[in-house]
């Protein structure tokens, strides 16, 4: 039976759910993992996740579609990148087919927690790893625990998709050659102080650039931008030091395969943000959300789409995937995981 729960005005904030998977790594190998209802983890004092930051994580959704079937979009994806985020952070790779079976099996038993049809919220799903054995001089785990948890969630911006403010700030994300194109704790550890920062200044989000020049665009602390040029084709940024986002490349495929439109990866420079008509984040919390404004140290620029409402690209982009996902539209070969 579903459970009690007001779905239309649920947060974006942890709930506890009945269970989550987790596996253990130990002596070169993972176990099999099981479903535990218990959502304490106990380690040493000095395990290498305390002390070094060894962890990575990923993000993605559940969800009902319009004939009633529980899914997830692309978990393939994130078990990739997953992988990768591991291989660089000097992890045990969870495989890949096995992280997919674990997404389905952690949604399947939770499925009385996944927000019915229509009510806006979903079921995010956290698979992470972290080393848990004791560590004192710096070098990787032996042990490490592999879990997904789950958490029903209402939209990520509460009152629909208005506008929101982008400033650049003096801070960087990612060096040229360094994690910011691996889904790692240490990314966000990081960008804690130029989002809270942003926010007494009252700015929504920081727009962060290349390290290297800072002439380039490259994405916000949590979601990747795309902007549409005034010939209605869609661009987004170009780098290695971007995380690669799910969402922007599901958005990119739909512009071109669905919309009919050009899209683009490239570099992206600060001087021409005043010629573009629309600019929006994107990532698998929010899908999509519309940029207003952007401040670069007092120049501000005003998209031509305004702070009321979407971009009409942005819209018809938003419409299209959200129907993809939700089974109002035909999702290409392979994107929709059916589990229940
Ligand atoms: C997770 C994340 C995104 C969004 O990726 P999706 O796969 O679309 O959810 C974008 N930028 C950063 C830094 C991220 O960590």
């Keep these: 039976m579903k459970k009690d729960i007001d ?7 942890y709930i506890k759910t009945d269970y989550r998977f987790v596996s253990n790594y130990k002596d070169g190998k993972w176990d099999e993992g099981v479903l535990s209802t218990d959502s304490e983890i106990t380690m040493n004092e000095s395990a290498c996740v305390l002390q070094y930051a060894q962890t990575c994580f990923e993000g993605l959704k559940a969800y009902t ?36 079976e674990a997404v389905e099996k952690t949604v399947k038993a939770n499925l009385d927690w996944v927000p019915p049809y229509g009510s806006g919220a979903t079921l995010y799903l956290r698979p992470y790893m972290f080393g848990s054995n004791a560590v004192i001089g710096v070098k990787p785990a032996e042990e ?4 997904i948890f789950t958490t029903p969630v209402g939209p990520y ?40 920062d942003a926010h007494k200044q009252g700015y929504n989000e920081n727009m962060y650039l ?6 380039k665009v490259e994405e916000t602390g949590g979601a990747n931008i795309i902007f549409v040029t005034k010939d209605n084709k869609v ?12 969402t922007r490349r599901s958005l990119m495929y739909v512009a071109e395969h669905y919309l009919g439109l050009k899209a683009e990866e490239r570099e992206i ?63 290409p070969e392979g994107w929709i995981k059916v589990i229940a």
């Design 65 to 100: 579609t319009q004939d009633g079937h529980v899914v997830c979009f692309r978990p393939d994806l994130n078990a990739k990148r997953m992988a990768d985020s591991c291989r660089r952070l000097e992890m045990p790779v969870y495989p890949e087919d096995k992280f997919v």
């Design 210 to 215: 290349d390290s290297a020049t800072r002439t």
């Design 235 to 246: 661009v987004t940024p170009k780098s290695n030091s971007i995380l690669p986002s799910i």
């Design 157 to 196: 911006f509460k009152g629909g998709a208005k506008p929101i403010t982008l400033r650049v700030p003096d801070f960087d994300r990612a060096a040229p050659r360094g994690t910011g194109h691996v889904k790692a704790g240490l990314n966000y550890a990081m960008s804690l102080h130029p989002i809270v």
């Design 144 to 147: 490490y625990q592999f879990r």
């Design 269 to 331: 420079y600060v001087e021409e943000l005043k010629d573009f008509n629309e600019c929006a984040l994107c990532g698998t919390a929010a899908v999509l959300s519309p940029v207003g404004e952007i401040v670069n140290h007092g120049e501000h620029i005003c998209l031509p789409s305004g702070k009321e409402k979407m971009g009409p690209i942005t819209q018809k982009l938003y419409d299209t995937l959200t129907g993809i996902q939700m089974g109002r539209i035909e999702a």
């Design 7 to 13: 779905w239309q005005n649920l947060g974006f904030g």
